[in-house]
C-alpha cells in the first residue's frame, strides 16, 4: 500500500492474500559413506621378497612420492597398488566414487602382479555387502563401476571351494541385471543406454565362456557359445576353433576355421593347427611368411622362434628370442621362453636367466607388457 496523497482520494488498501508457508523443499539425501573401505586392515603389505634386487635397487624404480597416475603409467603396479590404498584411506568417507575408484585401482594392480589371493581377501567387504544387501546397498552399487563389477565377480571365483560356480552363477545374476536396464532403454528410447547394455551383455557371453574354459569345461564352453546371438560371426568362429583345438578335436577345429573370414587371423590359426598336427617344418614355414609381413608382431616372432625350437634349431630358436628380449617389452612368455631354451641348452643357465633379469631392470618403465618390475619365478629362478 502506498501513503496517503492529498491529490486523489483516500483508498482502503487491499488485504493481502493469506500468508502461507513455501512447501519445504525435499531433504538432500545423507551423503553415502564407505567409511566400511577405510579400515586399515583390510588392506595387507604386499611382499617384496618374490622381487629380483636388480629391480629393487635399479635406477628406474619410482620415488616415494610418485603419483597414481604416473605409477600406472611406467608399469610399476606393486607401487600403485600401494599408492591406491594410501589415498583411499586419506580420502573423505563421503568421496564414494574416488573410494571406488582407487579399490579397482588396487584390486587391479594385484591381479597384475600375480596377487589374486590378496585382491580376493580385500575385495571381501564390498562383496559381503552386495551379498547381505542390506538398506542403502543399492545407493552404493549404483556407484560401483562396470569395471568393478565384473572385477569383482571374477574375484568370486579364486580359491572357491565349489570350482568357480558362484562365479558363473554371479555373471549370469548379472547379466539378468543388464538386461533389465536394457528393456528400460528400449522403452524409453536411449539410444546411448541401449547401445552400453548391448555391449555389455556381449561382453558377459564371452568372459562366461572364459571361466567355464577356466574351469575345464570345455564342451560347455562350446555349447555356450552356441546360444550366444548377435555376435560377431568371425569372433565366435575363431573361439569355437580354438576351443576344438583344445579338446584335441583338430578336425572340428578345421571345419570352423573355414568360417574364420579374417585372413591373417585365419592364416594363424592355421599355422597353430600345423604344430597340433605335428607337422613342425609346415608350421615354422608359415609362421615365417606371416612374421616376415608383420615384423613388428610379437606374438608371430615368438611362435616362429617355437617352431624352430621344435624342429631341433634351438641355438636359432635362443638368438630369435634373445632378440625379442633386447627390442621387445619383456613380456610374460617371452621371459618363460626364453629361460626355457636356457635350461635346454646351456648348462650356465642360471647365469644366463640372471642376465636376462638385469636386462629386463635396465630397460624404461613401460605399462605395455603387463608391468616393468616382475618376479623372480617368472624367470624361472
Not at 611368411?289 to 608371430?300: H, N, R, Y
Not at 626364453?338 to 646351456?346: G, Q
Request: hydrophobic share 40%; charged share 25%.
Amino acid at each position: 500500500p502506498q501513503p496517503h496523497s492529498p491529490s486523489r482520494p483516500h483508498t482502503p488498501p487491499k488485504t493481502p492474500p493469506p500468508y502461507s508457508h513455501p512447501p519445504p523443499s525435499p531433504p538432500s539425501p545423507p551423503p553415502i559413506s564407505l567409511q566400511f573401505l577405510q579400515s586399515r586392515s583390510i588392506y595387507q603389505a604386499i611382499p617384496a621378497d618374490g622381487i629380483p634386487n636388480p629391480f629393487l635397487a635399479s635406477d628406474n624404480r619410482p620415488g616415494p612420492e610418485t603419483e597414481l597416475p604416473d605409477l600406472l603409467k611406467g608399469g610399476h603396479f606393486r607401487r600403485a597398488a600401494e599408492r591406491a590404498v594410501k589415498d583411499l584411506l586419506e580420502s573423505p568417507p563421503n568421496a564414494a566414487e574416488t573410494i571406488l575408484q582407487l579399490l579397482y585401482v588396487r584390486l587391479a594392480c594385484l591381479i597384475l602382479i600375480s596377487r589374486p589371493d590378496l585382491a580376493a581377501a580385500e575385495a571381501g567387504p564390498l562383496t559381503d555387502l552386495f551379498a547381505r544387501n542390506p538398506p542403502g546397498a543399492e545407493d552404493v552399487i549404483a556407484l560401483v563401476s562396470w569395471d568393478l563389477r565384473l572385477l569383482l565377480v571374477r574375484l568370486q571365483s579364486i580359491g572357491a571351494a565349489d570350482g568357480g560356480r558362484r562365479g558363473i552363477m554371479a555373471l549370469y545374476a548379472l547379466a539378468g541385471e543388464v538386461r533389465s536396464k536394457l528393456r528400460a532403454a528400449r522403452f524409453h528410447k536411449d539410444d546411448a543406454a541401449i547401445s552400453t547394455c548391448s555391449a555389455r551383455l556381449q561382453d558377459l557371453g564371452l568372459i562366461v565362456c572364459d571361466t567355464l574354459v577356466e574351469m575345464g569345461e570345455l564342451e560347455t564352453a562350446t555349447r555356450h557359445l552356441d546360444t550366444l546371438s548377435g555376435m560377431n560371426e568371425d569372433e565366435l568362429a575363431y573361439r569355437k576353433a580354438l576351443l576344438r583345438v583344445r579338446v584335441g578335436d583338430v578336425n572340428g577345429a578345421r571345419e570352423y576355421a573355414v568360417k574364420i573370414q579374417d585372413q591373417t587371423r585365419k592364416r594363424s590359426f592355421e599355422a597353430l593347427l600345423k604344430i597340433s598336427a605335428g607337422d613342425f617344418s609346415s608350421a615354422l614355414d608359415a609362421w615365417q611368411t606371416l612374421a616376415s609381413e608383420d615384423p613388428a608382431d610379437e606374438l608371430l616372432a615368438q611362435n616362429t622362434a617355437i617352431s624352430l625350437l621344435y624342429t631341433g634349431q634351438i641355438l636359432s630358436a635362443r638368438t630369435m628370442l634373445e632378440d625379442l628380449a633386447q627390442r621387445l617389452p619383456t613380456f610374460p612368455t617371452l621371459l618363460f621362453n626364453l629361460s626355457t631354451v636356457y635350461e635346454l641348452c646351456t648348462e650356465r643357465a642360471v647365469d644366463r636367466k640372471t642376465q636376462l633379469v638385469h636386462q629386463s631392470a635396465a630397460k624404461a618403465p613401460s605399462s605395455d607388457s603387463g608391468g616393468w618390475e616382475r618376479s623372480t619365478f617368472e624367470f624361472k629362478l
